[in-house]
């Protein structure tokens, strides 16, 4: 494959589509900082573990039939290995052990940027060796002339996370780089930084010393303390951008997007966790149903829920592929979280000046 991706619009061409398969709940401290950090330390350890395979069938269903929606559209897909993490265990040497967290979101830990693929270092101790799942798909890439390269490795000690003011500050501190993939909103030569519970400022300034001397401009923000950028600011095509209202108002919008047409809105769906009953905390909000795939300027593939947000992006001409994605809350991942776009038509431009 050539990679080539500058943001999220672009015609896609060639895409990575994630897997329920073994997914399981990590509840250590990392993860409690990342996915649970508004909920009793107590209740959260009670999850540790497999998620129930009705669940994992479910999830699977959806993706497979996310798999063969993109396909029909002339889409190349690709998919990870599976593991087993219930049965690998990982110790680094830096006083943790760990099992592996899932496939569900390959978005997350790998960063692509023109012809580059950029492993990040996540927060999360579950999630250290997950880029291995696509070390296939990696080297074929590689073979195709991508340049594959790799943040620093994090220590992830417990001092790292912090649980005080967490409505206000992000749970994760700045004592090493770290940041996942939707951390960054791209749009072309701008790149737009969330500081969160997912990325932090040495996160930031890594990528500034690495990709502005390459003709990149990176901006960051602090918008709201949780995790990723892409349920709260969706660019979907030049000069407009989808803004949950929840989190985004015209007092703290990001510069770089003051002059683009915006679309505000905050009204999802909420497909909460079928595990609600059984005492599961969803790892994330329920704006999750914002998280949306463009496959060119002009349409997108969505959640079939989605039906209030479906109705808006028609007014600008938006048009929606609904598929069946039912455990978006319950995995933390909707589905832009669950893909990974490799290569789309187009070249690098500035859209923000």
Not at 22 to 35: K, N
Not at 200 to 208: E, I, P, Q, R
């Amino acid at each position: 494959m050539i990679v080539n991706s500058h943001n999220d619009w672009d015609p896609l061409e060639e895409i990575i589509v994630g897997r329920a398969d073994h997914s399981r709940i990590a509840t250590d401290i990392s993860a409690r900082s990342f996915s649970y950090a508004n909920f009793d330390k107590a209740d959260v350890e009670k999850l540790e573990g497999p998620y129930p395979q009705w669940v994992i069938d479910e999830a699977n269903e959806d993706a497979d039939g996310l798999a063969s929606t993109l396909e029909k559209m002339d889409i190349k897909v690709h998919r990870p290995k599976v593991i087993d993490w219930e049965e690998k265990s990982y110790d680094i040497g830096q006083g943790w052990q760990s099992k592996g967290w899932y496939s569900w979101c390959p978005r997350d830990l790998i960063l692509p940027l023109g012809d580059m693929l950029i492993e990040t270092p996540t927060p999360v101790r579950a999630r250290y060796f997950e880029t291995k799942l696509y070390e296939d798909i990696m080297y074929e890439a590689f073979e195709d002339g991508a340049l594959w390269l790799q943040a620093p490795k994090p220590n992830l000690h417990d001092s790292l996370y912090t649980f005080e003011d967490i409505e206000n500050k992000p749970t994760l501190l700045d004592h090493e780089i770290i940041f996942d993939a939707p951390n960054i909103v791209r749009v072309g030569t701008d790149l737009l930084y969330q500081v969160s519970n997912s990325g932090n400022m040495k996160g930031y300034k890594w990528l500034k010393r690495l990709l502005e001397p390459m003709g990149y401009k990176l901006h960051y923000s602090e918008l709201y303390s949780f995790a990723h950028f892409d349920s709260t600011i969706v660019p979907l095509r030049p000069g407009l951008v989808l803004m949950n209202s929840s989190r985004v108002t015209p007092e703290n919008c990001p510069e770089i997007f003051k002059s683009w047409d915006k679309i505000w809105f905050d009204d999802c769906v909420v497909q909460g966790s079928k595990l609600a009953e059984q005492g599961y905390m969803p790892p994330c909000s329920p704006y999750i149903g914002m998280n949306l795939l463009s496959v060119d300027e002009n349409t997108v593939v969505l959640d079939s829920a989605q039906e209030p947000l479906m109705r808006e992006l028609d007014k600008h001409g938006i048009n929606s592929v609904p598929v069946q994605f039912r455990h978006s809350m319950t995995l933390s991942g909707g589905i832009h979280c669950a893909t990974l776009d490799l290569r789309r038509k187009g070249g690098l431009e500035s859209y923000c000046d």
